[in-house]
């Protein structure tokens, strides 16, 4: 097996091992979230139809196994990132940082003006790690249910 890391764009033949890979990395949230993270109704199938409706997969692997991956799409006129994983085996190897660095690059080929993600309020070291790369927060919003803010968005601009 190859040591080397290969970043490809996702496709729909992917798509049980990116859903096995983001059950895997959001595990450790599970029961921990309020309200329960979306990632944990991720399925195969419905990654295969969001990726057949346009939107994109980047994955990143060594050898056959999938280390990390994370699901893009066009919003706002900028490219939005979730669901960012990495395989609890392959953390601090910073696997999500070449993934957001990924996500960057593809916004550039797309010649959009920056790159938006979302990110939960208790996630205090995803935050953490989302600032250090140039995110910087443009708004709050609480989920569905929910009287206070749940979440920070946030963005980085390219250009």
């Given at each position: 097996?190859?040591?080397?890391?290969?970043?490809?764009?996702?496709?729909?033949?992917?798509?049980?091992?990116?859903?096995?890979?983001?059950?895997?990395?959001?595990?450790?949230?599970?029961?921990?979230?309020?309200?329960?993270?979306?990632?944990?109704?991720?399925?195969?199938?419905?990654?295969?139809?969001?990726?057949?409706?346009?939107?994109?997969?980047?994955?990143?692997?060594?050898?056959?196994?999938?280390?990390?991956?994370?699901?893009?799409?066009?919003?706002?006129?900028?490219?939005?990132?979730?669901r960012?994983s990495?395989?609890?085996?392959?953390?601090?190897?910073?696997?999500?940082?070449?993934?957001?660095?990924?996500?960057?690059?593809?916004?550039?080929?797309?010649?959009?003006?920056?790159?938006?993600?979302?990110?939960?309020?208790?996630?205090?070291?995803?935050?953490?790690?989302?600032?250090?790369?140039?995110?910087?927060?443009?708004?709050?919003?609480?989920?569905?249910?929910?009287?206070?803010?749940?979440s920070?968005?946030?963005?980085?601009?390219?250009?």
């Amino acid at each position: 097996m190859s040591d080397t890391l290969l970043l490809r764009a996702g496709t729909a033949a992917d798509a049980p091992a990116i859903a096995a890979t983001i059950a895997a990395s959001f595990a450790q949230y599970r029961g921990k979230l309020v309200p329960e993270s979306g990632a944990f109704r991720e399925t195969a199938e419905g990654i295969a139809r969001d990726l057949a409706k346009g939107a994109s997969a980047i994955v990143l692997e060594r050898g056959a196994e999938m280390l990390g991956c994370v699901l893009v799409e066009e919003m706002e006129g900028d490219l939005y990132f979730g669901r960012l994983s990495v395989l609890p085996s392959a953390r601090g190897l910073g696997l999500a940082k070449r993934l957001i660095l990924a996500v960057e690059a593809e916004a550039h080929r797309r010649s959009l003006p920056g790159v938006r993600l979302g990110v939960r309020i208790v996630l205090t070291d995803n935050q953490r790690l989302f600032n250090s790369l140039g995110y910087r927060e443009i708004s709050r919003e609480a989920h569905p249910g929910f009287d206070h803010p749940t979440s920070i968005n946030m963005r980085k601009a390219l250009r």
